[in-house]
Structures are given as structure tokens and as C-alpha cells.
């Protein structure tokens, strides 16, 4: 009858599933995995990264649907796979959003952060070469970041110690220094172009991490990831004539930005690599979402653990207070003064900003299980054999907060990264850019970024929460770990005419 066939049907479809997706000999373990779904309940998503560290060991499995994905956790773990064995880790997998909505288009495996060998080889050396040629160590894009500094500077000067909230200018003043780069221009604050810019963003960022996290829901419910093309075409067009006006004047002798390089690069190799011109406007649009967002989150992070601990920032020039909490504010006081902006070459001299800066980024974990990798060659991790095509999960968390690395791996200790004389020492297990092949691209433009943004607001501001108003550090996981919004006072510091 009818209820035997479905039960018999539902039966074999179990038995099915189960010996289709059995873990192999020596395949890591982990939870039991439930038919069909796998661990999907094994997760909690609003805290993915957490969720994984706390559980099953340094090296296990995870069934997401009918994909098999491999956790990394831990400093000699993590080491291990991205460093001694980089060479089996280097891919990405494709992502369930990627092949849903964009298997048919110009999207699909093109630019730098989803694509894998020549492909992938080739833009990033191309990106990477360029970074180099315009930016960190020459005077061009760093001397952008002190302008844009200066501008963000004047603007919270004007709120007068008004509470205001810190998103929108921040995205503003970071995602600029990339338009410097890519495009060769700023945008003013508010301006209405850069404005649906960045509203994309946002929506992009979101959709992406809901769908590949729910695919098999995502997929059946009406929602915003339905019109994630349509965002991707409207950023498109809005890069596209940038573009176009770089054609117009453009001069090969003397590049501007990267558009510039890109469009030599593409009469260079043009004829032989077709793939290159597609690229452009794919390679652009990353270099703005990847620089954009993750290092205006570690601003954010700053300003708000600024406001919760006075005695690290250290704010006002006090006699006693520089000798018992040398904050940054401080120390920007005693090396560079009021007179100048900061520049890189302070830099050696303020240990304690710099470690101020590492412990943001560490206890900020911004993208904290890095991005997915999965594996070109068959691996062998300790006892485990790991196969090629397995989705690679490195828990970049587990490392910042490996209690076996750090002294005190949950407190805000900028100690973490000074030695006894207070000098500035580096710690291996600092790895929020993640490591290996596939390490951030712009790791050292997001450095330069950082300590020179931070140094400004330090030279000039005391930032503490409005009156009544507790700092609080909870987040929004999403690809970044965002600190959920705030509002925070920008007073000017009242620095002894000493200085
Ligand atoms: C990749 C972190 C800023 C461009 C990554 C990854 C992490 C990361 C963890 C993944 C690495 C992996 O897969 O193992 C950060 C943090 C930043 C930051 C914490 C700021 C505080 C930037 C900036 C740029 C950028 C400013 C642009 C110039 C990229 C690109 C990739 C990437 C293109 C993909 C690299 C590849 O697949 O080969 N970043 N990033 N990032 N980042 Fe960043």
C-alpha cells in the first residue's frame, strides 16, 4: 500500500544518503551527521566562529547539506595546513551563491578571491604589483590616507563632542583610499554616487553570508538575495564609466590608478589572455568590497574599545598619566606633537599605539573564520587524510584566542605585543589577515591604513561613549564580525601648551 512505498522510499533515501556521504577511512571525525541536513543544527549561525572552536578537537568534519567541510583550530593546526602544507590549501570552492546565481555570467570565476590556478595566480600578482607600484612604501597613497584623515578629522571636529555615530563616515573615509587606488578620485562625505555605492555593499555582504549559510532555504523563500544580480549590474554600471572616462584620457606613460595599469596590462596580454579584460570590472569591485569594509570595522572596533578603556587611551596630556598609562594619545604627544600629521616612519617610535592597534585587531577578529579554502591536492594532517575538493574552514578565532598563545586571550591587553623594556615585539599567532597563499591581499595597505587613521584620532580626540551610555562590545556575524551600531563623542583634546 501507499505508506509502506513511502516508508520503504524514505528508508532507502536514508540508507542512501548515509553510504553517499559516510566520512572515509581516516577522513577527520566529527558529529553524527543527520540525514539529508548533516550538522546544520551542530552550528549555532548567529555565532558561527564561536560555535566551531568550542567544539570537537583541532581537527574535525562538519556535513553541511550533502558538503563535506574539514575545521581547522589552533595556532600549530592552522600553521600546519596554510604554511608547511599551503600548497594543498590554495583553492576556494565554489560558494552555493556563486553557483546558483552566477554560473551563466561574466561573474562566475572571475577576478581574485574566488578564482583559482592561472586565473587567480595572475590577478593577484597583477593586483599585488600594483598595491606596490602606487602604494605602500611610496609616498602617493600614503600621503592620501593623511589627507583623508585630516578631512574625517575636520568633520567630527564640527559635531563639537555631539554624539554620532560612526558607521557611515568611517565606510566614507576608508572605502576612499581604495577609490584613490582603483579609481585615482575621492568621494566627498554624503556624496549621493558613493552613497548607493556603499548602500550595494551592505547588501551585498548581507545576502551573500545568509545564502551560503541557508542555501537549500534560500533558494525557495522570496527575498533579497533574489535581486543580488541586479545589485551586482548596478555597481557594474556605476564602475563602468569610470572606466570609460579613464579611456578617454588616458596617457599608458604614466598610469594613474589601477585602472590605468589594468588597461596596459590588457593591451599587453590582450590578445592572449581574454580572460583579463572581463576582469577588470570584477577585480575593482573586490578590491573596493574586501578593503572597504574590514578595515572601517577595525575603526570601528577602535573607537568603541577607546571609549572603554580610558586608562589605555590615556586621552588628555596628564604628568601622572603619562607615566602610569602611556596611551597612545600620550605617546603621539611625546613623538610627533601637535604641529605635524603622522607619518610611517613614527611608527618605529610608538610601540604602544602600535600594540594598541594589534590588540583591536586581534580581539576585533574581524573575519574571523577567514574565507573558505578547500583543497587542489589530497592532504595529510596528522593522522587524517583530508581529499582533494574538501572545503577548508580556517578558524582564524581559534588562533586569536588560543589560550596556549596568548596570556590573556579574552581581555584587551595591548601587553599582548610589548615586551618588558615596552618595546613592540610580533607574535606568530597574529594572524587576522590570515596566512599563507591565499593571505590578504592588502594586509600592508590595511597596516599603513590603520596606524595612520588611528594616530590621527589619537593626536586629536578623546573618544568616550554619550552620558549614560555603556560601551557595549556586541557584534553582527556576518563574513566581518561588525560591532553592532553605536554612538560615540569625539572631544577635542585640551593638550598642555607644554607640549
Ligand atoms: C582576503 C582580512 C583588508 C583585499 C582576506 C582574508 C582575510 C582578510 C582573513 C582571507 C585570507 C584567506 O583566505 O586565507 C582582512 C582584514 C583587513 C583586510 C582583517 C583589514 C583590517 C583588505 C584590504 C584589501 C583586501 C585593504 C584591498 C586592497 C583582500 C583580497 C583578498 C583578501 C583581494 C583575497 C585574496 C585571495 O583570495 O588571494 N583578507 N583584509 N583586504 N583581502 Fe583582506
Known sequence: DVQSLLLFSVVFLV??????????????????????????????????????????????????????????????????????????????PILPLQDDVFSNDVFFLSGIITTNGHMWKHQRRFALFTLKYFGVGKKSLESAIVDESMHFCKEIADLKGEPFNPHIITNNAVANIICTLVFGHRFEYGDEKFMKLMGLLDKVFLTAQLYNSFPVLMRRVPGPHHTIRKIYSDFMDLIKVDISKHKEDWDPSE??????????????????????????????????????????TTLRWAFLYMAKYPEIQGGNFHKLIRTCFPGPSAEIDRVIGQSRQPSMMDRANLPYTDAVIHEILRMGNIVPLSLPHSTNNEMQLGNYTIPKGVVIIPNLTSVLF???????????????????????????????????????????????ELFLFFTSFMQRFTFSMPSGVKPVLDYRFGVTLAPIQYKICAKLRQVSSSQ
Open 402 to 448: 588560543d589560550k596556549k598563545e596568548w596570556e590573556t586571550p579574552y581581555t584587551f591587553n595591548p601587553g599582548h605585543f610589548l615586551n618588558e623594556e615596552g618595546k613592540f615585539v610580533k607574535r606568530a599567532a597574529f594572524i587576522p589577515f590570515s596566512a599563507g597563499k591565499r593571505v590578504c591581499l592588502g594586509e600592508n595597505l590595511a597596516r599603513m
Open 255 to 296: 598610469p594613474r590608478d589601477y585602472i590605468d595599469c589594468y588597461l596596459s596590462e590588457i593591451q599587453k596580454v590582450g590578445g592572449q589572455i581574454t580572460h583579463f579584460k572581463d576582469n577588470l570590472i570584477i577585480c575593482a569591485l573586490e578590491l573596493f568590497v574586501a578593503g572597504s569594509e574590514t578595515t572601517s
Open 15 to 92: 540508507i542512501a544518503d548515509y553510504v553517499k556521504n559516510r566520512r572515509p577511512n581516516s577522513f577527520p571525525p566529527g558529529p553524527w551527521a543527520l540525514p539529508f541536513v548533516g550538522n546544520i543544527f551542530s552550528v549555532d549561525f548567529s555565532k558561527t566562529h564561536e560555535s566551531l572552536t568550542k567544539t570537537y578537537g583541532d581537527v574535525y568534519s562538519l556535513r553541511m547539506g550533502q558538503t563535506w567541510m574539514v575545521v581547522l583550530n589552533g595556532f600549530n593546526t592552522l600553521k600546519e595546513a596554510l604554511l608547511t602544507q599551503g600548497h594543498c590549501v590554495a583553492d576556494r
